[in-house]
T-cell receptor, first 116, second 115 residues
Framework: AQSVAQPEDQVNVAEGNPLTVKCTYS??????LFWYVQYPNRGLQFLLK??????LVKGSYGFEAEFNKSQTSFHLKKPSALVSDSALYFC??????????????FGDGTTLTVKP | DTEVTQTPKHLVMGMTNKKSLKCEQH?????MYWYKQKAKKPPELMFV???????INESVPSRFSPECPNSSLLNLHLHALQPEDSALYLC??????????????FGNGTRLTVT
């Protein structure tokens, strides 16, 4: 079975400060990991992915994520938060084997609030 | 703007009605998905079409009936729904369900209310 955990329901940061949204995963084989963002009344929007290679992945809107195989983590980061980054963030893992092949399993989501 | 278009944006239907949700993409993607999402919760997979064939049905009740007329279009036919089916229904596409490194591209969803 594959799973994703986002341990924080809510993350609050001040504008201009760095932000981290945490994600840990469990999957058979090599992980295919994704971050998505959802703004109110909108669908999910792809931010970045880890497939293989460098452990630091850069994505859209200045976001990056750090893959750590030993800790099975894929934390989303941004050096300087903007108020417009306030949204719901989902971490996801893509299954490769057996009944999970092709399926994306999402974490429960983390609401990020950036205050001016 | 999203490259996956869903219509209608909002739908209110009674429990005896029949309605359809529509989804269209022109990115050449060969996998298309239906998800159901409740407020502040992650999307729940309902169906996957790969190369226009139904490849995954996550034990969805038969009152939901998917259809993929061609590689660009995906429909979800609704009949005899229950109030608990009220949710945001999201369509997504990707390059192919076997292309595991391909992200999902989501539409903005149809907000369904069953009365």
């Amino acid at each position: 079975a594959q799973s994703v955990a986002q341990p924080e329901d809510q993350v609050n940061v001040a504008e201009g400060n760095p932000l981290t949204v945490k994600c840990t995963y469990s999957v058979s084989g090599n992980p295919y990991l994704f971050w998505y963002v959802q703004y109110p009344n909108r669908g999910l929007q792809f931010l970045l992915k880890y497939i293989t290679g460098d452990n630091l992945v850069k994505g859209s809107y200045g976001f990056e994520a750090e893959f750590n195989k030993s800790q099975t983590s894929f934390h989303l980061k941004k050096p300087s938060a903007l108020v417009s980054d306030s949204a719901l963030y989902f971490c996801a893992v893509r299954g490769v084997y057996n009944t999970n092949a092709g399926k994306s399993t999402f974490g429960d989501g983390t609401t990020l609030t950036v205050k001016p | 703007d999203t490259e996956v278009t869903q219509t209608p944006k909002h739908l209110v239907m009674g429990m005896t009605n029949k309605k359809s949700l529509k989804c269209e993409q022109h990115m050449g993607h060969r996998a298309m998905y239906w998800y159901k999402q409740k407020a502040k919760k992650p999307p729940e997979l309902m169906f996957v079409y790969s190369y226009e064939k139904l490849s995954i049905n996550e034990s969805v009740p038969s009152r939901f009936s998917p259809e993929c007329p061609n590689s660009s279009l995906l429909n979800l036919h609704l009949h005899a729904l229950q109030p608990e089916d009220s949710a945001l229904y999201l369509c997504a596409s990707s390059q192919g369900s076997g292309a595991f490194n391909s992200p999902l591209h989501f539409g903005n969803g149809t907000r369904l209310t069953v009365t």
